[in-house]
């Protein structure tokens, strides 16, 4: 058994002349938890995609369960969900359409699916909370169905490591938390590891056991507790940020815009008097 | 009824319906992955670029099908190529490389004018000249076609949606590309005689946007597009010899007046079916209660903001 799920080696990315990441080594163990967080256009999305071979590499090694992956090659047995972005919401599919491709390797020769795999695609929406959607068109969901039939489809094959880019942006509060507590419980119950990029950074203090953060290249890694701080926020995001703990549930909070934000001249509210700096 | 079977009397009309609705149906089932590619204008720069390669298979006297069909392959891998650099569009890709191609086929017509072929039978369609040869090649096209495209269903329709992902997830997309670009070259070649490279491109388009203002399932809709494309090129065979007008132009003009048609009942549908959801409607919910206990809003510096 490989001793890391995932292994970087001075991993240095590209798209044609212009570099993304430049010497990124990483390692993360089997079952953790892991969520990359950065500004935009940092290249979080890029090193998750080097990690599924999707990605030019210009240099460095990456091993995905102890095997070696080659740019256009992609690792075996994981799940990935991308961004909503990307998807064709007109193209003529329903949502077991979409979950089923999730198992395409392993199905029968024949078009159609046959009554086990139909099963299991009800199963798996129905443990997503989807499971009278079925028969509909992907269009016609709003955004946290949208995003449930993605996570169905990452998680109809069983993987054992999953991909996440931003699985909680456009859904509300409620479904972003349903997410995040069934990716949880993969984790924690499954064993799955999993590893996400996120621009939610209160979500991820509160939830998250490992967080790398990216900025071109890997800034810092590590428990929230230690890279919640200000300077290393700060130099992440190269802008001034401000950590504080909820003092009623004694989480890390990320205020991002603090005291030099374009309405840096108003009081602070009353709802801040809670709160107290850390870091 | 008489009138309905007196063609029947004439072979090149029975060769002509069989061979119009197998193409028919051929670019139907094609077309759908065109469309959903948001390729459409591949069938029209490829028919123009399997004339090139018609017109160097004849000079080097190599078989027209082999020729013009290994000649529109490699066009449409060239295509895949150029189009995957992130600076060149799809589009611009098919217009350089087709048009560079139709360009090579004029520039050697215009340079060796000893041709004893027809070439404006490959350009605006004959099918009342189909021989033996054309409907074997037609028929094993459409056969192979529909059998791959039935045994890759899946994979098909995942790398249409999301080639990347698709990868991620096993499919061989490059395997898959790689067999459309031939089932599609395949597909022009054969269709060219038949509707001409002019109109390849309508016949390509045309029954899947038909079809898929009626479905939203792929599945329906390979199979609508195939059903609508072969009964096109039946009927229009029909028009082409009631009215005496070419049968590509009368099998694409049926194609475009069924578009036009299903066009209009969908949206007068939907129009029906809105009207009678907002007169049906009751308020989704009441709206929120106030919280008490907070101060009323009042005009502040706040409101001002923009001022």
Known sequence: MATHAIHLDHVSCAYEASVVLRDVSLRIPPGQFVGMIGPSGAGKTTLLRSMLGLVPRVDGEVTVRGRAVAPGRPPSGVGYVPQVETVDWGFPVTVENVVLMGKVGRMGPWPWPSRADRREVAETLQRLGIGQLGGRHIRELSGGPQQRTFLARALIGRPRLLFLDEPTASVDVKTRDDILHLLVQLNRDDGVTVVMTTHELNTVAAHLPWVVCVNAGIVAQGPPTSIFTAPILSRTFGTEMRVVRDLETGNLLVAEAGTHGPFSSRQPSAASHQLSATG | ?307
């Open chain 2, 1 to 307: 009824m008489a009138h309905f079977t007196e063609p029947f009397h004439y072979e090149f009309f029975r060769h002509g319906l069989l061979v119009a609705t197998l193409v028919g149906a051929l670019c139907g089932m094609i077309g759908v992955s065109i469309i959903l590619r948001r390729m459409s204008y591949i069938g029209h720069g490829l028919s123009h670029s399997v004339f090139g390669g018609a017109v160097v298979s004849y000079l080097i006297h190599w078989n027209f099908y082999l020729g013009a069909g290994l000649w529109g392959f490699l066009s449409a891998l060239l295509i895949n190529a150029t189009a995957k650099r992130r600076n060149i569009g799809g589009d611009a890709a098919i217009g350089i490389v087709t048009t560079a191609s139709f360009a090579l086929g004029v520039a050697l017509i215009s340079k060796s004018r000893t041709f004893t072929r027809n070439f404006e039978a490959a350009l605006f369609g004959n099918i009342l000249g189909v021989t033996r040869e054309d409907i074997l090649v037609i028929a094993a096209v459409t056969a192979v076609v529909a059998l791959a495209m039935f045994f890759g269903y899946k994979q098909l329709l995942f790398a249409t949606f999301d080639p990347e992902l698709a990868r991620v997830y096993g499919v061989p997309t490059h395997w898959v590309d790689t067999g459309f670009a031939l089932a599609l070259a395949a597909t022009v070649v054969a269709s060219m005689n038949v509707v001409g490279v002019t109109l390849i491109a309508a016949a390509i388009v045309i029954p899947p946007t038909t079809a898929r203002l009626l479905t939203k399932s792929f599945g329906r809709l390979l199979i609508l597009s195939t059903a609508i494309g072969a009964a096109c090129g039946f009927f229009g065979m029909f028009l082409s010899y009631e009215y005496d007008v070419a049968s590509g132009a009368a099998i694409v003009l049926l194609s475009a007046a069924l578009f036009a048609a299903v066009y209009a009942i969908t949206s007068a549908k939907r129009l029906l079916l809105s009207h009678r959801q907002v007169a049906l409607s009751e308020p989704l919910r009441s709206p929120a209660p106030p919280i008490t206990g907070l101060a009323p809003a009042t005009a502040g510096s706040d409101d001002h903001l923009f001022d």
